[in-house]
C-alpha cells in the first residue's frame, strides 16, 4: 500500500494503496489502520469521512498504538486529533 501511495517502484495508486490498506487494516495490521484513518481524513484514494477516520485511528489506538504514535509525537497534532475524536465522536451520537 505504500508503494502505491507514495509511487515507490510503482505507478502512483491511490484507489490501489487504499485496497490494500484496508486488506491489512481488516486483519487487524495497526500501521494499515492508521494509514487508511489518515487517507480518509485527507481524502486520499477515498472521500473524505470523518466517522471512518475515528474508526480506524480508534482501532489502531485500541491495538496500544497511541495516537500520537500516528504523527510522530508532535504535541499539538496529539492535542488536535484527540479534540477531533472527541468533537466528532460527542456531535455523531
Known amino acids: 500500500g505504500v508503494c502505491y501511495e507514495t509511487g515507490m517502484g510503482v505507478d502512483q ?5 487504499v485496497r ?3 486488506l491489512a487494516a481488516e486483519q487487524g495490521d495497526v500501521d494499515a489502520q492508521n494509514r487508511l484513518g489518515r487517507c480518509y481524513w485527507v481524502n486520499t484514494g477515498v472521500e473524505e469521512n470523518h466517522a471512518e477516520v475515528v474508526r480506524w485511528y480508534e482501532l489502531a489506538a485500541m491495538a ?7 504523527y510522530g ?3 499539538g497534532v496529539i492535542c488536535f486529533i484527540c479534540f477531533f475524536t472527541f468533537f466528532f465522536c460527542c456531535r455523531t451520537v
Open 64 to 70: 496500544k498504538n497511541s495516537l500520537g504514535r500516528c
Open 20 to 22: 490494500l490498506f484496508r
Open 13 to 17: 495508486d491511490f484507489t490501489e494503496a
Open 73 to 75: 509525537n508532535d504535541t
